[in-house]
């Protein structure tokens, strides 16, 4: 008995680790990923790929410089990359993921001390800062080469006079929620594939519904409510741009969002509430990735203020049900 | 039947079925072993040795005498010659002076012990009285003297009996509701006299439909008795827990004991205890235990010794098939690992638990993700992953304004964490300097107090 352990409780632990979420998060981004090759070609496999390599590449490199531990077996970065490709159009050039790779991974994540202390989500923080730096890129859309405009830009034409809705020749809710023919990023346009990969999360308890569910509805009910199609067609714009992959894969992220039930809810809503000011009000004609990225700075003031009741907090004695 | 329970909590595999169909076997100690009798087997104030070396004491003679309100005496459960006097490590890792007495292996029975089979005769201070000359403690792992619990202040309306056995791997209680049913339900109709106001419930989890069948059968002509079947759950044993499964809701408040909502909860070898010192007159000197886990020969249920070291009886039950690599005393979730067997068993040693390498391995920490599961699965409804964080920064304000202190080391936190962080871990360790803190700062102002004077 040379080699007895001896350690703290609990001496029994669950199977699941960072890698394993991180795997599962892959796994749930896969139907996107093949949607997004069928709909926009060969090109949307190359960006994607460019983009996991270099952003696991700039992660091993950031911490073989400063002499870390090296974290890129937990597929963290992996993910990261994909997420950078997805909110690209495939019209950007191959150099573009590399940048914005760079950026996520050292300047969001790295720099703040690595996984678990972003307080951004590197992904949307990458895309912010291509659509600053290259905005005319990241904002061509073309669906088999041929230059189309997003369902959002010709909505937001409707603010121009002598605009209807009728005259806007708008692709049918069939084709925004499949996202046959619809102009947008690699990874947002097809709806379907986004929510196969939400139940396979759920399946394997990854995130909650809490988030996606209600960011979701907080903008079903605005677009309903006071939605520029009138009730009628509330529910079209929920399947427009990013809002299923920002909802599902970018505002779950464990890193920037709040850790109680409640305070997710605040969280959920802040964003749809945010989605849709920007989108109706706002000069750009889609709102989830900014809306996510100031919702995670409210993040660390939601957990201080947000948190559940403590066991035996307040002495009250129930009356025992009578079964 | 509708399973109770709490909110939160964690699902570990419950490993039970390695020994939950072994029958309690019977295990004596070696002729000319020697077995040791710690004085602080149990919360409160250590015992005082009433022996000396060279004395010759029998089977249920009492060595150690209970110093102070709370503290429960100590037994000799061979017969034998009183070798030694000398401090021994205890389970916990901490050492403790004890007793050690040489098995002449006669077991000579004590002629002071007489039993009570009517003891409806008896008084409450009678029943009380016999139930601290007794021995009786919290068997579960606590060992808080019994007599002190089941004298509140408050008026009582629950007596539970703890029968969950969340903690995996165990089957000690389920076996002794198996095979001695009958002693935990007379048990708990003499603590029941106590309080008459009071119903006892039985809380059993629902992974043991064998012990709720037996149990619900034998309590169905009794009016103030009833069985409650408990969702599997961990830490569903948790005194806590249980009342506010039990009772639908009522929660223990903060720095409180049970009794402050009417309840009291004991666990069902401490009934059965309570049962073995009035009925036949038998201090507590035996005890129950469940050996598991991938290491040992023959993973069972054994009646041991109390005193007998883990090793006598690792050796008398077949050794290991594979050189453990992990011995835990108690349960895996909050059981104290052990560096060697040469340590004695005390009353409230329920299992003794032997790894393999595989089964031993713990995963290396790595950087918390935010993934929030340790404040999901809490159940005391506590911010593992910031307690943590502030017990790490030495920020003593911050622990206690974040309710550090109502942690009760379930362990499900660190259970649950995906990034294998030591929550439990740092929060236990925290708690025990915010302890010594409050200590040295109340010995601080009585030598303070006594200056002036």
């Excluded at chain 1, 509805?217 to 529910?235: C, D, K, N, P, Q």
């Excluded at chain 2, 009798?37 to 000396?52: D, L, N, R, T, Y």
């Amino acid at each position: 008995m040379d080699n007895i352990v001896m350690s703290a409780t609990p001496h029994v632990r669950s199977k699941e680790s960072v890698q394993s979420i991180m795997r599962d998060v892959i796994i749930a981004l896969i139907p996107a990923t093949v949607m997004g090759i069928k709909f926009f070609g060969i090109k949307a496999l190359m960006l994607t790929v460019i983009s996991v390599v270099s952003s696991v590449f700039f992660e091993w490199l950031y911490e073989k410089i400063l002499k870390k531990p090296c974290t890129i077996h937990d597929l963290s970065a992996v993910v990261t990359g994909m997420l950078i490709a997805f909110n690209m159009p495939v019209g950007a050039s191959w150099w573009m993921p590399i940048v914005g790779a760079a950026f996520a991974i050292i300047i969001a994540k790295q720099l703040f001390g690595g996984i678990g202390q972003n307080f951004v989500n590197p992904a949307l923080m990458a895309r912010a800062f291509l659509l600053a730096s290259y905005p005319s890129a990241m904002t061509t859309w073309s669906v088999d080469g041929v230059t189309t405009a997003t369902p959002l830009a010709l909505l937001k034409t409707l603010k121009n006079s002598g605009v209807t809705l009728d005259s806007l020749n708008l692709p049918s809710l069939a084709q925004v929620a499949t996202g046959v023919g619809i102009g947008g990023c690699i990874g947002e346009t097809c709806a379907i594939a986004l929510l196969i990969g939400f139940v396979y999360l759920l399946i394997r308890k990854v995130i909650s519904w809490r988030i996606p569910v209600i960011y979701i509805a907080t903008v079903f009910i605005l677009s309903t409510i006071i939605g520029r199609y009138g009730v009628r067609m509330g529910y079209y714009e929920i399947f427009c741009g990013g809002l299923f992959l920002g909802a599902i894969f970018m505002a779950t992220d464990y890193t920037t969002s709040p850790m109680t039930p409640k305070g997710q809810i605040i969280y959920a809503i802040g964003c749809g509430v945010l989605t849709y000011l920007i989108r109706v009000y706002g000069s750009y004609p889609e709102g989830v990735s900014y809306s996510i990225l100031i919702m995670n700075l409210g993040v660390p003031l939601i957990d201080k203020y947000v948190v559940g009741k403590i066991f035996g907090a307040l002495p009250k004695v129930k009356e025992a049900k009578k079964a | 039947m509708q399973s109770l329970t709490f909110k939160r909590g964690v699902h570990p595999d419950d490993a039970k079925a390695l020994t939950m169909d072994k029958s309690i076997k019977v295990i004596l100690p070696k002729e000319g072993s020697e077995l040791f009798f710690p004085m602080s087997q149990h919360i409160g104030a250590p015992c005082e040795p009433i022996v000396q070396k060279g004395d010759y004491v029998k089977v249920g003679q009492k060595i150690g005498e209970a110093k102070g309100f709370v503290s429960s005496p100590i037994f000799a459960s061979v017969s034998g010659e009183v070798t030694d006097i000398r401090p021994v490590l205890i389970p916990s890792g901490g050492k403790s002076l004890a007793v050690v007495i040489k098995n002449d292996g006669l077991m000579a029975e004590y002629e002071g012990l007489k039993g009570c089979p009517d003891w409806t005769k008896l008084t409450k201070e009678e029943i009380l009285n016999k139930i601290k000359e007794g021995g009786v403690v919290g068997m579960g792992g606590a060992g808080f003297p019994t007599q002190v619990k089941l004298a509140p202040k408050e008026e009582i309306d629950h007596v539970i009996v703890n029968a969950a056995e969340c903690e995996p791997y165990l089957t000690c209680d389920y076996r002794l509701m198996l095979e001695q049913p009958e002693k935990l339900v007379e048990g708990l109709k003499i603590v029941l006299s106590l309080f008459p106001k009071a119903k006892g419930v039985i809380g059993i989890e629902d992974n043991k439909p064998e012990a709720i069948k037996i149990l619900s059968d034998m309590v169905k002509d009794i009016p103030n008795i009833e069985v409650a079947s408990l969702l599997k759950k961990f830490p569903q044993g948790s005194e806590k827990h249980i009342i506010y499964a039990v009772t639908g809701g009522r929660e223990v408040p903060s720095g409180a004991l049970p009794s402050a909502v009417g309840c009291i909860v004991d666990n069902v070898d401490t009934i059965i205890s309570i049962y073995n010192a009035i009925v036949e007159g038998k201090p507590v000197m035996r005890k129950i235990m469940t050996v598991s886990g991938g290491a040992p020969m023959n993973p069972g249920n054994y009646q041991i010794r109390v005193g007998m070291t883990y090793k006598d009886i690792m050796d008398q039950i077949g050794g290991f098939k594979v050189e453990p690599a992990k011995m835990i005393a108690g349960g895996p979730m909050m059981g104290f690992t052990m560096y060697t067997l040469d340590t004695a068993t005390t009353r409230t040693s329920s299992s003794l638990l032997c790894f393999t390498p595989e089964e031993a391995y713990i995963p290396p920490e790595s950087s918390c993700i935010r993934c929030g599961k340790c404040v999901a699965h809490c159940p005391m409804g506590l911010q593992p992953y910031l307690l943590n964080k502030l017990a790490l920064r030495g920020d003593s304000a911050g622990f206690l304004a974040h309710h550090g202190l109502d942690c009760i080391s379930c362990g499900s936190c660190s259970f649950e964490c995906p990034a294998k962080r030591q929550l439990a871990q740092s929060i236990a360790a925290r708690k025990r300097i915010e302890g010594a803190l409050k200590a040295a700062a109340k010995a601080k102002a009585a030598k303070a107090a006594e200056a002036k004077k």
